[in-house]
């Protein structure tokens, strides 16, 4: 089968790769329908192996060489020994997060914790692939409202909406949302789901702005021509936001956060950052603000499909690009020029 194929920094290859072969307990094989590029691969990619296993996962035996690929869904072609709930032409969003569901964390529903986890399209087989082979407790079913595309992007609303439970926010809470790239227009959408009366977005590409405006966005604001900080407490009479979900990765993004939350008011780092950086935290403890982070999923997308199949979310407007797996390699060696004007691509099989 071709696949898109990670042998270490700098080195994405479009190429033959092994078809998975008989499937183990509790495995199902999926032909991939979408898949979605996303900027951790890119980072894994330039920056790796940093999540990719380049000696034998304890769990699953892989290494490098490896598919990419967590955002995806597909049919199921074949179940293994010992499946249950999920039968063969079933449509499916798969959750990345191949964990016990035995451990302290797991029985949590904090699977991103599981000491045991392999995530798929890091430390197993992804979907930058025709084909792959996941675990079934992996797999979501999705009704036929909900399209193979919106079922790919399960996976980072499910990292929005964890972050959204994180916080613990009230309803009727006037939140900011600190960047419009596909992680930030999520949390946008899913903290109207949930009850948010105002989400105001920062953003300092112009292209991500009017996108941000289009998924209702309260209000938008360029960090770099405007501070935001004065305009959003003057905008509703108050005293900052009640929560900030940091959404950029960036140094001056966080420091913007704690600027415009209010005294006692939430931040939630939702972003990964490149690198260690300063921070002043006497402003954070004079203030007592809250820090929450958020790493992923536990149990969201049960809620996130139903969400989608009556339309509380919206997945399929987030792509701005679709790619066949041939052109994708390119796109992900070159990411930096996809994120200038694109707020989503993705390969549809």
């Given at each position: 089968m071709k696949a898109l194929v990670y042998h270490g920094r700098n080195d994405l290859r479009y190429e033959d790769f092994a078809e998975p072969g008989r499937l183990a307990e509790g495995e199902v094989r999926i032909r991939v329908r979408a898949s979605g590029l996303c900027h951790t691969d890119f980072n894994e990619i330039r920056n790796g192996p940093l999540y990719v296993s380049a000696t034998p996962h304890a769990r699953?035996?892989?290494?490098?060489?490896?598919?990419?690929?967590?955002?995806?869904?597909?049919?199921?072609?074949?179940?293994?020994?010992?499946?249950t709930g999920i039968r063969s032409g079933d449509r499916v969003a798969v959750n990345a997060i191949d964990a016990c569901r035995n451990c302290f964390f797991c029985r949590r529903s904090l699977y991103a914790l599981c000491p045991s986890a392999?995530?798929?399209?890091?430390?197993?087989?992804?979907?930058?692939?025709?084909?792959a082979v996941v675990p079934a407790q992996c797999c979501y079913p999705l009704p036929a409202q909900v399209s193979y595309r919106a079922g790919s992007l399960v996976e980072p609303l499910s990292v929005a909406l964890h972050a959204v439970h994180n916080t613990g926010l009230e309803i009727g809470s006037?939140?900011?949302?600190?960047?419009?790239?596909?992680?930030?227009?999520?949390?946008?959408?899913?903290l109207f789901a949930t009850g948010s009366r105002e989400v105001h977005v920062l953003e300092t590409s112009a292209t991500k702005r009017r996108r941000a405006a289009d998924f209702g966005a309260t209000s938008v604001w360029d960090p770099v021509q405007q501070d935001p900080a004065d305009g959003l407490r003057s905008a509703g009479g108050e005293i900052g936001v009640d929560a900030v979900f940091e959404c950029a990765g960036a140094a001056p993004a966080l420091d913007m956060a704690f600027r415009i939350a209010r005294p006692a008011a939430v931040v939630c780092i939702v972003a990964i950052y490149p690198g260690p950086f300063e921070f002043n935290w006497n402003g954070v403890l004079a203030a007592e603000q809250r820090v929450v982070t958020s790493l992923a999923y536990g149990d969201e997308y049960p809620a996130v499909i139903a969400m989608l199949a009556d339309g509380r979310l919206k997945a399929d407007a987030l792509v701005t690009e679709v790619l066949p797996l041939s052109a994708a390699c390119k796109r992900l060696l070159n990411f930096e020029e996809l994120g200038r004007e694109s707020v989503k691509a993705q390969i549809e099989l």
């Open positions: 699953t035996g892989r290494s490098i060489p490896l598919v990419l690929g967590h955002e995806f869904s597909g049919d199921v072609l074949e179940t293994g020994p010992g499946v392999a995530y798929i399209g890091f430390g197993r087989d992804g979907g930058y692939a025709e084909m006037r939140v900011a949302v600190i960047g419009a790239g596909t992680l930030g227009l999520c949390t946008l959408q899913c």
